[in-house]
């Protein structure tokens, strides 16, 4: 009886390690663009579609730079825009980028990009099935609101 309860306990412990759910199990839903490089990300971008749906009633527009910086414009609560910068890395051998906000806050995830063109790429963060459309468009001149008003309803970055 002794032994049969240790198989009992040994098959219970390996089926609970193996439904660990940790984020990162997650396969890519996107291809990454593996080989891409910093010149072919460089440029301005808009947010066209979040998690495969067009209707993104919110504005996203995202700046990245040659040197790894970024200027993130977001509209997501209708009080206005708002603007973050930061440095952001990306590694080509496995197409993914992340990036920190100026004050030090890292981004929400890390993102594989994939299905970039000239005129369009898909960043999938890690471990979600969450995946974002950007269409390279140029930024317009956007009313960015003062940071007092701007944090009235705290908005976290999009990022």
Not at 36 to 42: P, Q, S, Y
Not at 49 to 65: F, H, I, P, Q, T
Not at 98 to 119: A, K
Request: aromatic letters at 10%.
């Amino acid at each position: 009886m002794n032994r049969l309860f240790r198989y009992v306990l040994l098959v219970c412990t390996l089926a609970c390690g193996s439904c660990s759910g940790d984020k990162e199990d997650i396969a890519p839903i996107i291809s990454p663009a593996i080989g891409a490089d910093i010149a072919d990300l460089a440029g301005e971008w808009r947010l066209c579609a979040w998690s495969g749906g067009s209707d993104l009633s919110k504005e996203v527009y995202l700046r990245l730079n040659a040197d790894r910086t970024f200027t993130l414009y977001q509209n997501l609560v209708s009080h206005g825009f708002q603007q973050f910068d930061g440095t952001f890395s990306f590694d080509s051998a496995n197409a993914t980028i992340r990036g920190s906000y100026s004050d030090g806050t890292s981004w929400g995830g890390v993102y594989i990009v994939g299905s970039i063109t000239p005129n369009s790429m898909q960043w999938q963060m890690v471990g979600t099935s969450d995946i974002a459309t950007y269409t390279r468009t140029a930024i317009p001149d956007l009313t960015i609101e003062p940071a007092s008003r701007a944090a009235l309803p705290a908005c976290k970055p999009f990022l």
